[in-house]
Every structure is written in C-alpha cells, then in structure tokens.
C-alpha cells in the first residue's frame, strides 16, 4: 500500500506544527533510506538501517512507510507532488503542453537537496528492479493527479465526471508517458560522462518531447506546433 504522498498529489497548504514535524520526519527517513541504498545498495539495506541512520524509533518508520522500497523511491513522490503543484499555478493562458513543460524544468531545475535526491532517486531505479513496482505507484497517483489538474486548468469535466471527453486523463498518460522515455535517456546519456546531469539537455529534450506530442505523433519528426513552445 503506498502511503501519503503516493497515494494522493494535491497542492501546497499552510500546515501547522504538528503537520510540519510529520513531514520532517518523512523527509528525514526517504533521505536516509536514499542515502544508504546509493552507499551499499537497496538489496543490502535494512528497514532498521533506515531507521537508526534517520535517527527515529523503528516503529514511527512504518507509520510513514510500508517498506524499505517505498522509503527509497519517496524521493520520486515527493518530485511528482511538486510537479502537480506547479503544473497548477501556471497561467491558464498557456496551452496543457506548454504549462506541462515549464512545471517540468521549474521541478528538474531545482538546486536545492529535494532537487538532487530527486535526479539520485531517479539514477537508483534504473539499476534496482525491485525498485519498479514502487516506481509504477507512484507514476499512477501521479497520472490519476495530473489528470484532474489538466482538467481544472482547461475548464473540463474532470475524470469520471459527466461530460468527460477522456482527454484529461489521455494527455496526462501521453505527457508523462514523454516525459518517463526523456528521463531515461537522459541519464543513460549522461550515466557514463562522469559529470552531473546536463539540466541544459533535459530543457532540449523536453522540448523535443513536447513539440512531437503537440504536432501529432501520426507525423514523426513533424515541425513544431502553434502550442508548442517556440512554436
């Protein structure tokens, strides 16, 4: 069962005391379990390791977590809640696709140790496959979340409402769907240079990703479209 952020991606709320100690709490146990899976591996990694190296009682880690696994891919929970957040704050001027790109690289651009632990989440799962059915939970609360966002933002039915044209839920698929093939080739690209991510790269990418979506993927290679940034 995947807990909290998984299970539901809503935005930013003014949270009091309390609230703010759980989510240190969170944070402090998905950096941990981060941290020693990159030192030693997710294989050789203990829930109790976790714990101990957070420096939290063994029993408040399952009050936060199912499992060592959910632990370590939280990191990628917390990036898609914050996608969302700022998919939603971007003008309803601008088109799906558009708005969808510039919450991408605000997320991917961040410098801060979330923004890190993010780009490190992602590089462990591709070399951990018992990392994969985690990953998945996370990508469908984060399709079902986005869809409801595309919807508010384009003034649609939301998903299952009456009225619902299928698009929300089609363009979140398709959108993620693009931006899961960028992610992966951009750090195989990069796996091997011994160099930090290029964050430039990504920008381009997208941007290749976005234009092909927003033309039509009948046509391959296909011009940019007139929603498609720089289009």
């Known amino acids: 069962m995947v807990k909290e952020e998984t299970a539901a991606v809503r935005p930013a709320q003014v ?52 499992s060592k696994e959910e632990a370590v891919v939280a990191s990628l929970a917390a990036a898609a809640q914050e996608l969302i957040t700022r998919f939603r704050a971007r003008p309803r001027t601008e088109s799906v696709l558009v708005a969808f790109r510039e919450a991408v690289l605000a997320v991917m651009n961040e410098s801060d140790a979330a923004g890190r632990d993010h780009v490190r989440a992602l590089q462990l799962v591709r070399s951990a496959p018992t990392l994969v ?34 698009y929300p839920l089609l363009c979140a698929a398709a959108a993620l769907t693009a931006l899961r093939v960028v992610l992966d080739q951009w750090l195989r690209q990069t796996a091997n240079s011994g160099r930090p ?10 941007d290749a990703a976005i234009s092909q979506l927003a033309a039509g993927l009948d046509h391959p290679g296909r011009p940019g479209h007139p929603d498609h940034p720089g289009g």
């Not at 991510?197 to 997208?206: S, T």
């Open 15 to 66: 949270v009091g005391r309390r609230e703010r100690k759980k989510q240190a709490t969170r944070a402090a146990l998905r950096e941990a379990a981060l941290r020693l899976s990159l030192r030693h591996g997710v294989e050789n990694v203990t829930v109790e390791q976790i714990a101990g190296e957070a420096d939290i009682a063994l029993r408040t880690f399952f009050n936060y977590f199912s």
């Open 133 to 166: 059915p985690q990953q998945l939970a996370v990508l469908a609360a984060q399709e079902k979340a986005l869809a409801e966002a595309i919807a508010e933002h384009a003034g649609l039915p939301a998903p299952g409402r009456p009225g619902d044209s299928g």
């Open 197 to 206: 991510p290029d964050a430039a790269l990504l920008g381009r990418q997208i």
